[in-house]
């Protein structure tokens, strides 16, 4: 790990004063021992705390800001409705606090030297902000929704418990047929993450279907099953187990880093994906995995020491009907025509027979995702789409095409009921639109939650219709939750940096890299 910087303490205390307690909730960092061992540390105005793993915390100055690491706070329901993006630190819940932040800053290459936890309701769209935000190391912007359900599963129902999304690579690769001795990164050694068993089954060896709903808020997500609003999402949960508590995400509570810790069972540190933007000191790259032109580059990314799911899977299964002096290129097409495992509208998608972003890298386009055009259908007749005045967020219409098109991928995937995938992975991009264009609990997210079941329940069908719904083990997800920012919270730490005079990059923003 890296030392701290000469000016390290300078940048904190510029960031912890009063004025900018509106706007920083929390500034963190890592720094070693005398021994070599490293420590978290969390300041803000309140005071400065030394966090240890399993909430031991030693208060260093002040008063500790994190009071609660409580991954059920908030609960039930109505209690996050009546404390929404709590104002001060002391009023929220950080689960698993030194656990994330020693995962985040372990990589000494691409790990910032400190990082800026915003309030949750601090509005800041002139640096790329929106009305539901993200990225936070509190309780509602890391809890992703968990449900797990179907062939293997332990009909629960909803349960008062709480995992880690980084449990969820393991838990398919375990259903898809992979030893738990073989749940292992390239170099050997074990994965951050753990499988599930206690809502498992020892049934037969199925088809295990991965989904994520890409910011799908986790409270109202629940709710609307219960109150009948999302019936595939209820149709799932009466077949297995749903956490209220949900899947803890890694910090920070980022759509890539989160992807890619799911789907490599390694935290950031370890996988290499710090943010959708960050640093790269050992290359000077700016690097910006999280768009539309990049998507389908994202694994490049990867530290090579990290397994994503799939090739821990294709490890285990070997490619059905291929002659054993097959070249290449017929090995690469059987892989493609009759897939082991597939990944729908993935980003990290290394290793997977089929795939999205394979497709769109087969195709040349300099522009990634945002070169499909005329390719993805047409969101105005989407028969998913309930309200269609959302149409006109840019973001949202196209989440609406791209969701469009996976539902149509999954179907062909499922084509027939011979050859089915062992494992499929299928992310959902609209549910994000939904939340970010209208902030959780808005009519936008609702309308977006509410299609993303939809086409659940069209898949579900579809599978219905096969006859092969009772062999199929399904885990739904999503990469973090969400909270709604306040217009009137607005301001940047920008200035408090500048006046300092000293060379440092603010990427994210949030994340700084000094020197």
């Not at 300041?43 to 409580?70: F, Y």
């Not at 999954?410 to 991009?429: C, E, I, S, Y």
């Amino acid at each position: 790990m890296r030392a701290l910087h000469p000016d390290h303490e300078r940048v904190v205390t510029a960031l912890t004063t009063p004025d900018l307690a509106a706007v920083v909730d929390l500034v963190v960092w890592v720094a070693p021992d005398p021994d070599g061992t490293p420590v978290a540390y969390a300041a803000n105005h309140l005071g400065r705390v030394r966090l240890e793993p399993g909430g031991r915390h030693t208060v260093l100055a002040g008063r500790d800001p994190i009071v609660s690491e409580d991954p059920l706070a908030f609960l039930p329901y109505a209690a996050e409705l009546a404390h929404p993006s709590p104002p001060v630190s002391t009023h929220n819940a950080y689960p698993l606090a030194a656990e994330r932040l020693l995962s985040f800053f372990a990589d000494p290459d691409r790990s910032p030297d400190i990082a800026i936890v915003h309030t949750p309701g601090h509005y800041f769209p002139d640096e790329g902000g929106h009305v539901g935000e993200h990225g936070s190391l509190d309780v509602i912007q890391s809890r992703a929704p968990l449900i797990v359900s179907g062939a293997r599963v332990e009909a629960r129902g909803l349960v008062d418990e709480w995992a880690r999304l980084i449990d969820v690579g393991p838990t398919l690769a375990y259903l898809a047929g992979v030893p738990e001795s073989d749940l292992r990164d390239a170099k050997g050694d074990p994965l951050d993450g753990h499988v599930l068993r206690r809502y498992l089954n020892e049934g037969p060896i199925g088809p295990v279907v991965g989904i994520l709903w890409d910011g799908g808020h986790c409270g109202d997500l629940l709710h609307l099953a219960e109150s009948g609003d999302l019936p595939g999402v209820a149709r799932l949960i009466a077949r297995g187990t749903a956490l209220r508590g949900g899947a803890i995400a890694q910090f920070p509570s980022i759509t890539l880093t989160n992807h890619t810790s799911i789907l490599t069972g390694v935290g950031p540190g370890r996988h290499g994906v710090l943010g959708n933007v960050y640093f790269d000191r050992a290359t000077g790259e700016r690097v910006v995995p999280n768009d539309e032109t990049t998507w389908h580059r994202s694994s490049e990314w990867l530290h090579d020491s990290v397994r994503t799911v799939f090739e821990m899977v294709a490890d285990h299964i070997p490619v059905p009907d291929v002659a054993a002096d097959a070249d290449d290129a017929a090995l690469a097409a059987a892989r493609f025509l009759r897939p082991r495992t597939a990944s729908v509208d993935e980003a990290i998608d290394r290793g997977a027979d089929y795939s999205t972003m394979q497709i769109i890298r087969a195709s040349g386009s300099s522009r990634g995702a945002g070169g499909l055009g005329d390719q993805l259908p047409d969101p105005h007749t989407s028969p998913f789409v309930h309200e269609p005045e959302h149409l006109e967020d840019r973001y949202f219409r196209w989440g609406v095409q791209v969701d469009d098109l996976g539902l149509q991928q999954m179907r062909q995937l499922f084509a027939g009921p011979d050859h089915l995938p062992a494992l499929t992975w299928w992310a959902n991009v609209v549910t994000d639109a939904g939340h970010h264009g209208g902030g959780p609990r808005s009519s936008m997210a609702r309308d977006a939650l509410r299609q993303a079941d939809a086409r659940l329940v069209a898949f579900l069908d579809h599978l219905d219709g096969l006859g092969v719904t009772d062999q199929v083990t399904f885990i739904l997800t999503a990469d973090h939750g969400f909270e709604g920012s306040d217009p009137a919270i607005t301001g940047s730490w920008a200035p408090a940096l500048a006046a300092l005079g000293i060379p440092l990059r603010d990427e994210g923003p949030g994340l700084i890299y000094l020197g």
